[in-house]
């Protein structure tokens, strides 16, 4: 099958069951994972100066806020609010291998889930599909979201979902949380891994459904759960 790294990104997009078919046969996850940590790393650095303070406006809300000190607060507040340089490449390198991390504990989790369900794909298999589908749900997200936090000198107020509708609840409320689990970016994602993990560990449409949709739901409500453990 004829596959060029070009290709594949723009299939990922265009063609997905193409895409998904190339990854089956070549995951080149590390690829994905190097794509998706450039766009979010790039969006990071960008945005830290409306980013920053507004996600210490979140935590000063949570148990851990509340109990630290007001100069060490406005410390924080000073640092985010007029960034250097330096700090908007460490906030983007950190952004970005911290997410590239994340995905491939979640690879693990889908992979056990799908071994469970009698998948017979390998875990690099299972990476691709991951890696590859993040490209669209966390890398083209963040490209399409960069000039919208620009634009609106807010990322929590700029909602690509239901979430719009509970924008103006705050970013600590429950509903406004629960609506942001189904950013349409994060649907659109989901459905390429249902694509992909069909693909790759020999499911029929609707087991792979199943199987992909409960994980990422579950995955979804125990880090809303956690989260609000915090608040």
């Not at 799908?114 to 966390?138: D, M, P």
């Not at 989901?190 to 992909?196: A, N, P, S, T």
Request: hydrophobic residues 55%; positive net charge.
């Amino acid at each position: 099958m004829s596959d060029s790294i070009g290709k594949r990104f723009l299939n990922i997009v265009t063609n997905p069951v193409a895409a998904m078919a190339e990854v089956k046969e070549s995951p080149r996850w590390v690829i994905a994972a190097l794509a998706v940590a450039l766009m979010l790393g790039l969006f990071s650095a960008a945005t830290l100066q409306i980013t920053g303070p507004e996600q210490l406006d979140v935590m000063r809300e949570t148990r851990f806020g509340r109990m630290m000190p007001e100069e060490d607060l406005a410390a924080m507040y000073a640092k985010y609010e007029a960034p250097t340089a330096s700090a908007r490449v460490i906030q983007g390198i950190q952004s970005g291998v911290g997410a590239a991390v994340m995905l491939f504990v979640m690879a693990l989790i889908y992979l056990l889930f799908c071994k469970l369900a009698g998948g017979r794909g390998t875990l690099l298999q299972t990476a691709g599909v991951v890696y590859w589908s993040s490209v669209v749900s966390l890398g083209l997200a963040s490209l399409v979201k960069w000039p919208l936090v620009l634009a609106k000198g807010s990322s929590m107020g700029v909602a690509i979902g239901p979430a719009i509708f509970a924008v103006d609840r705050g970013p600590t409320d429950a509903l406004y949380q629960l609506l942001s689990i189904f950013d349409l970016f994060t649907v659109w994602g989901v459905l390429l891994m249902v694509i992909g993990l069909g693909q790759v560990h020999e499911f029929a449409r609707n087991k792979a459904t199943t199987v992909v949709v409960t994980t990422w739901l579950f995955l979804s409500l125990v880090l809303f759960g956690i989260g609000r453990l915090f608040l």
